[in-house]
C-alpha cells in the first residue's frame, strides 16, 4: 500500500474516532452551520481563537451574580488559573463597601488571572493588580426587582429599612428621606446600589444629567461586556463569543434564591415610585439592557435563540449526570446535610434555598465528576474558603519547589571553587563576632512576591469587615 493510501485511512479512522466522541457537540457545529451563525466550538480545536483567560467581573448586588461567581470559580479551577480572594480580615469580600485595593488581595493568591468577589470598583488598583488584556465583565437587574430584594435580604442589617414600620416597603417608598441617611453605615444598599457598585455617586441628584451621561459613558468604555440578569441565557452567549469559551464552561443552577414566602409583591405604581429613588440605577440599567439586545441582533435572533436552546440542553444533560433528573429540588439550609451546601441565612425573616447532593446519585460516579456536581451548588462563601486553601496549597508548593531547586543549584557548584573563588575576590574573613557569625553560617532573604503588591501604599487599611453574604 502507497504511502499516500496509508495516510488517507488514518485520516479516515480518526475523523470516524472524533465523530463518535464528539457525537453530541459535533450537532452543536452542524445546527449553528445550517443557520448560517458564527462559528463557535463546544471544544477545543486546533485553528480556533484561543479561550481569554483573563476576566474581572464586578459582582453586584441581588443581579444573579453569585451564579455567575460559581461559573468564573468553576472554570478557573478548570484551566488551572489564579482567582485573587481577600485577606481574610475581609471575609468573603474585598471589604466592601470600602473602596476596592490590592491590599484587600490574600498574597497566596497572586498575580490573578480572575477576580469575582463582591467589591467597590476601583479601576485605577484593578489595572495594576490585573494582567494588561483583562475583560472587564458586570451584571445589572432590572430596578425594581432589584430594590425588593434588597429591600428583603437587608432588612435587618440596613438601618434605612430597619426604621420602617413593620418592614413596609411601601412606607419606605411613600417617604424615603425619611428613614434614609446618605453617610450611614450601609446605607449602599438603600438607594442606587448598581451606582455605588460600580464606583459612583448613589447621592448624585437626579437633575444632574451630565453626571449621569457621563457616567454611563465611562461604564461601557470600561466594561466589554454588561450582562443582563433577566437575560442571563442570553448574556452568556455573548460572553461565549467575547471571551471564546467552550459550552461546558457556561453552565450553571441558580444559586442564592429566596424562598416565595420571602418576596413581597410589588402593588401598581411601587415600580415606578422605586425607580424614581434608583434613577441613577434605573438609567444604568435601560442602556445596558437596550445595548445587549443590539448585540445579540448582530448575532442574529435565530442564532442567539439556537444557541440558547443548545446551552439549556447542555444543562439538562449535566443535571441528569449530577441529579438523576432535572435541576434538585430547593431545600432550606436545615434540610441540606452537608453543611459545605448550606447556603447563609441574613436574618430569620428571609430564607435562602439551596441544594444537597444525593448520596446514593453520585456513589457511583468517578471523584472528578462528584467534585464537578459539589462545587456547581456550593455557596459563595464555602467556595471562596475551599479556593483560598487549594491555591494557598499551590502557593506553597511553588514555593517549597524554587527552595528546593536553589539548593540544589548550590550543592552541584564544587564546595573548593567557592572558596577558590572567595579568597580571590574577598578580603580576609573578620573574627566570629557571635552565634551564627562563623565560617559555616549562611543567610537567605525571601523573595518578592510575583504580585508585587507589598511595596504600594494606600489611605485605606485593612479592618474588620462584615461576612455576609448577597
Same mark, same amino acid.
Request: a positive charge; charged letters at 20%; glycine letters at 6%.
Given at each position: 500500500?502507497?504511502?499516500?493510501?496509508?495516510?488517507?485511512?488514518?485520516?479516515?479512522?480518526?475523523?470516524?474516532?472524533? #465523530?463518535?466522541?464528539?457525537?453530541?457537540?459535533?450537532?452543536?457545529?452542524? +445546527?449553528?452551520?445550517?443557520?448560517?451563525?458564527?462559528?463557535?466550538?463546544?471544544?477545543?480545536?486546533? /485553528?480556533?481563537?484561543?479561550?481569554?483567560?483573563?476576566?474581572?467581573?464586578?459582582?453586584?448586588?441581588?443581579?444573579?451574580?453569585?451564579?455567575?461567581?460559581?461559573?468564573?470559580?468553576?472554570?478557573? +479551577?478548570?484551566? =488551572?488559573?489564579?482567582?485573587?480572594?481577600?485577606?481574610?480580615?475581609?471575609?468573603?469580600?474585598?471589604?466592601?463597601?470600602?473602596?476596592?485595593?490590592?491590599?484587600?488581595?490574600?498574597?497566596?493568591?497572586?498575580?490573578? =488571572?480572575?477576580?469575582?468577589?463582591?467589591?467597590?470598583?476601583?479601576? !485605577?488598583?484593578?489595572?495594576?493588580?490585573?494582567?494588561? &488584556?483583562?475583560?472587564?465583565?458586570?451584571?445589572?437587574? %432590572?430596578?425594581?426587582?432589584?430594590?425588593?430584594?434588597?429591600?428583603?435580604?437587608?432588612?435587618?442589617?440596613?438601618?434605612?429599612?430597619?426604621?420602617?414600620?413593620?418592614?413596609?416597603?411601601?412606607?419606605?417608598?411613600?417617604?424615603?428621606?425619611?428613614?434614609?441617611?446618605? &453617610? %450611614?453605615?450601609?446605607?449602599?444598599? !438603600?438607594?442606587?446600589?448598581?451606582?455605588?457598585?460600580?464606583?459612583?455617586?448613589?447621592?448624585?441628584?437626579?437633575?444632574?444629567?451630565?453626571?449621569?451621561?457621563?457616567?454611563?459613558?465611562?461604564?461601557?468604555?470600561?466594561?466589554?461586556?454588561?450582562?443582563?440578569?433577566?437575560?442571563?441565557?442570553?448574556?452568556?452567549?455573548?460572553?461565549?463569543?467575547?471571551?471564546?469559551? &467552550?459550552?461546558?464552561?457556561? #453552565?450553571?443552577?441558580?444559586? =442564592?434564591?429566596?424562598?416565595?414566602?420571602?418576596?413581597?409583591?410589588?402593588?401598581?405604581?411601587?415600580?415606578?415610585?422605586?425607580?424614581?429613588?434608583?434613577?441613577?440605577?434605573?438609567?444604568?440599567?435601560?442602556?445596558?439592557?437596550?445595548?445587549?439586545?443590539?448585540?445579540?441582533?448582530?448575532? /442574529?435572533?435565530?442564532?442567539?435563540?439556537?444557541?440558547?436552546?443548545?446551552?439549556?440542553?447542555?444543562?439538562?444533560?449535566?443535571?441528569?449526570?449530577?441529579?438523576? /433528573?432535572?435541576?434538585?429540588?430547593?431545600?432550606?439550609?436545615?434540610?441540606?446535610? =452537608?453543611?459545605? #451546601?448550606?447556603?447563609?441565612?441574613?436574618?430569620?425573616?428571609?430564607?435562602?434555598?439551596?441544594?444537597?447532593?444525593?448520596?446514593?446519585?453520585?456513589?457511583?460516579?468517578?471523584?472528578?465528576?462528584?467534585?464537578?456536581?459539589?462545587? #456547581?451548588?456550593?455557596?459563595?462563601?464555602?467556595?471562596?474558603?475551599?479556593?483560598?486553601?487549594?491555591?494557598?496549597?499551590?502557593?506553597?508548593?511553588?514555593?517549597?519547589?524554587?527552595?528546593?531547586?536553589?539548593?540544589?543549584?548550590?550543592?552541584?557548584?564544587?564546595?573548593?571553587?567557592?572558596?577558590?573563588?572567595?579568597?580571590?575576590?574577598?578580603?580576609?574573613?573578620?573574627?566570629?563576632?557571635?552565634?551564627?557569625?562563623?565560617?559555616?553560617?549562611?543567610?537567605?532573604?525571601?523573595?518578592?512576591?510575583?504580585?508585587?503588591?507589598?511595596?504600594?501604599?494606600?489611605?485605606?487599611?485593612?479592618?474588620?469587615?462584615?461576612?455576609?453574604?448577597?
Amino acid at each position: 500500500m502507497s504511502l499516500k493510501k496509508i495516510f488517507l485511512a488514518f485520516v479516515a479512522i480518526s475523523t470516524v474516532s472524533l #465523530l463518535l466522541h464528539h457525537g453530541g457537540h459535533l450537532n452543536w457545529t452542524m +445546527e449553528g452551520f445550517h443557520l448560517g451563525c458564527p462559528t463557535l466550538r463546544s471544544h477545543p480545536s486546533p /485553528g480556533l481563537k484561543s479561550k481569554h483567560t483573563n476576566v474581572a467581573f464586578l459582582k453586584t448586588h441581588k443581579t444573579a451574580s453569585t451564579t455567575m461567581q460559581n461559573l468564573l470559580f468553576r472554570f478557573a +479551577e478548570r484551566n =488551572n488559573l489564579t482567582v485573587a480572594l481577600p485577606v481574610q480580615s475581609c471575609g468573603h469580600q474585598f471589604c466592601y463597601p470600602r473602596t476596592f485595593t490590592s491590599h484587600f488581595v490574600h498574597p497566596h493568591t497572586l498575580p490573578p =488571572n480572575v477576580i469575582t468577589s463582591h467589591m467597590r470598583f476601583n479601576r !485605577a488598583e484593578l489595572r495594576r493588580l490585573m494582567p494588561n &488584556d483583562t475583560m472587564y465583565i458586570t451584571i445589572l437587574r %432590572e430596578p425594581s426587582s432589584m430594590f425588593e430584594s434588597l429591600f428583603s435580604y437587608y432588612n435587618q442589617y440596613c438601618q434605612s429599612f430597619k426604621r420602617v414600620p413593620n418592614g413596609s416597603l411601601e412606607a419606605f417608598l411613600e417617604e424615603p428621606w425619611r428613614y434614609y441617611r446618605p &453617610d %450611614e453605615k450601609d446605607s449602599m444598599y !438603600a438607594r442606587n446600589t448598581l451606582t455605588f457598585d460600580l464606583g459612583g455617586d448613589k447621592d448624585r441628584p437626579a437633575t444632574d444629567v451630565a453626571y449621569t451621561r457621563a457616567f454611563v459613558a465611562e461604564v461601557e468604555r470600561v466594561f466589554s461586556l454588561v450582562m443582563i440578569t433577566e437575560h442571563f441565557d442570553e448574556s452568556l452567549i455573548l460572553l461565549r463569543h467575547l471571551l471564546s469559551w &467552550d459550552l461546558d464552561e457556561v #453552565l450553571y443552577v441558580k444559586l =442564592n434564591m429566596r424562598t416565595p414566602s420571602s418576596k413581597q409583591g410589588l402593588t401598581p405604581g411601587l415600580p415606578a415610585k422605586i425607580r424614581a429613588w434608583n434613577s441613577l440605577d434605573a438609567r444604568l440599567y435601560d442602556h445596558f439592557n437596550a445595548s445587549l439586545w443590539r448585540r445579540l441582533s448582530v448575532l /442574529g435572533t435565530a442564532c442567539v435563540a439556537r444557541e440558547v436552546r443548545l446551552l439549556r440542553r447542555a444543562q439538562e444533560r449535566l443535571m441528569r449526570s449530577c441529579f438523576g /433528573g432535572h435541576t434538585p429540588p430547593l431545600r432550606s439550609a436545615a434540610q441540606i446535610k =452537608n453543611k459545605d #451546601l448550606r447556603p447563609w441565612q441574613p436574618s430569620d425573616k428571609v430564607d435562602i434555598v439551596g441544594y444537597d447532593l444525593q448520596t446514593n446519585l453520585s456513589r457511583g460516579a468517578p471523584s472528578l465528576a462528584q467534585e464537578l456536581c459539589l462545587k #456547581l451548588i456550593m455557596p459563595e462563601v464555602q467556595y471562596t474558603r475551599v479556593l483560598l486553601r487549594s491555591q494557598s496549597l499551590r502557593y506553597r508548593r511553588g514555593y517549597q519547589q524554587q527552595s528546593q531547586s536553589f539548593q540544589q543549584v548550590m550543592r552541584q557548584v564544587p564546595p573548593r571553587s567557592l572558596q577558590v573563588g572567595k579568597r580571590r575576590s574577598q578580603p580576609p574573613p573578620a573574627p566570629p563576632q557571635g552565634p551564627g557569625s562563623g565560617p559555616g553560617s549562611t543567610s537567605t532573604s525571601t523573595p518578592k512576591h510575583a504580585g508585587g503588591t507589598q511595596g504600594r501604599t494606600t489611605k485605606l487599611g485593612l479592618g474588620s469587615q462584615q461576612t455576609r453574604a448577597s
